[in-house]
């Protein structure tokens, strides 16, 4: 179990290292996408590690529902994460 956990912990640096040296070519608003992508594969790596959780689970949905309109409504994106973020606090 351990070594899928580092397995799955280095390919989640490996992802989050790249994206960070990749940004500064990338269009300013490809960043909180970026993010949003790893925060996902982070949900993702709780559960097959055994982390039940109904609101990452929703969360996740969230983002993954929403994170491409950046493609086609930058406006609709941005409102998007603003509420998430507000909707996340609650959780804290």
């Excluded at 280095?10 to 996408?33: H, M, R």
């Excluded at 086609?72 to 804290?92: G, H, M, N, S, W």
Aim: some cysteine; overall charge negative; aromatic content about 10%.
């Amino acid at each position: 179990m351990k070594d899928k956990f580092e397995s799955d912990a280095w390919s989640l640096i490996c992802f989050i290292v790249t994206s960070a040296a990749n940004l500064e070519q990338e269009k300013k608003a490809y960043g909180p996408l970026r993010l949003l992508e790893t925060a996902t594969r982070l949900v993702s790596m709780c559960r097959e590690h055994g982390v039940v959780s109904e609101r990452l689970d929703a969360i996740q949905r969230e983002i993954d529902t929403n994170k491409y309109s950046l493609m086609t409504d930058e406006v609709f994106f941005f409102r998007f994460l603003q509420d998430l973020a507000l909707e996340i606090v609650d959780y804290l």
